[in-house]
């Protein structure tokens, strides 16, 4: 079984490299492959990397953007845990009461979750934006759709994972199949739930300013207007603002962890 294995990863591996060659080649190599003044713009971008503007007015603008931005990747996941544990718990199959509805019930959530996680959240901004104009409620649903598609299939497979002998023990007791899911299923991914989903918070703060750029405020929207005005000193102070963002959450995560695992 493992030689069978690693006679796959070499044949995709091969494949890979294959296909980037061949991409390589794709490329029509050129003078207007690059911009002109590419590396004269990018000099200028990262010299101004040990000069952000640290004035009282980008200061109090940076900590209003990145509430922004985290107000809509909080509302955003929140909304995406609720669609990835009702849809995960679907789309697992340990609620289902014989093999052929369990294979309805997982094929058919497992497919909509699919196509929740397929679209990238920036499109979804877009389309939202078209249809709400440039209200909060667009960079909410943008974020919870492929977010909640993302975290519904790993909680599906978590649950999936489970051992069967615990579960089949409560079975034996008489226990119901929600009885098996809050007090079989739950307590052994408890923790992995928990972590996935605060790296994947990590994340939709970084999606919440990347849409940003679609007009709904927050740190990419101020990162564009200074790009646009070739004020790079003011683009590190947002940026260093998003990097000082992801990194309280990751320690939060990590504190929260800690706890729950005492």
């Not at 995960?88 to 019930?105: E, H, K, P, Q, T």
């Not at 960079?139 to 069967?164: Q, T």
């Amino acid at each position: 079984m493992l030689f069978v294995d690693l006679h796959k990863r070499k044949i995709l591996t091969i494949f890979l490299l294959l296909i980037f060659t061949w991409s390589l080649f794709a490329v029509e190599w050129g003078p207007n492959v690059l911009h002109a003044k590419g590396l004269s713009t990018a000099s200028d971008i990262f010299a101004a990397i040990l000069q952000p503007d640290l004035s009282s007015d980008i200061l109090v603008l940076a900590l209003e953007s990145a509430w922004l931005t985290l107000a809509y990747a909080t509302a955003g996941m929140s909304l995406a845990i609720i669609i990835a544990l009702i849809f995960g718990i679907f789309a697992s199959g340990v609620l289902a009461s014989g093999s052929r509805s369990r294979a309805f019930m997982m094929s058919t959530f497992r497919g909509l979750l699919g196509f929740m996680r397929a679209v990238h959240e920036l499109v979804w901004a877009w389309l939202f934006v078209a249809s709400f104009g440039l209200s909060p409620y667009a960079a909410v649903f943008a974020l919870a759709i492929p977010y909640g598609g993302i975290l519904g299939r790993i909680f599906a497979d978590m649950l999936n994972d489970v051992p069967k002998e615990p579960i089949q023990a409560l079975v034996a007791t008489g226990a119901s199949r929600w009885e098996c899911l809050f007090y079989g299923y739950f307590p052994s991914v408890k923790m992995s739930i928990i972590s996935y989903t605060m790296y994947r918070f990590e994340c939709a703060v970084r999606s919440s300013a990347i849409m940003s750029f679609v007009g709904l405020g927050g740190l990419g929207y101020q990162i564009q207007l200074s790009l646009n005005d070739l004020n790079y000193n003011e683009v590190w102070t947002f940026v260093f603002f998003l990097i000082l963002m992801v990194v309280a959450i990751d320690g939060w995560s990590s504190m929260l962890r800690k706890r729950m695992a005492q």
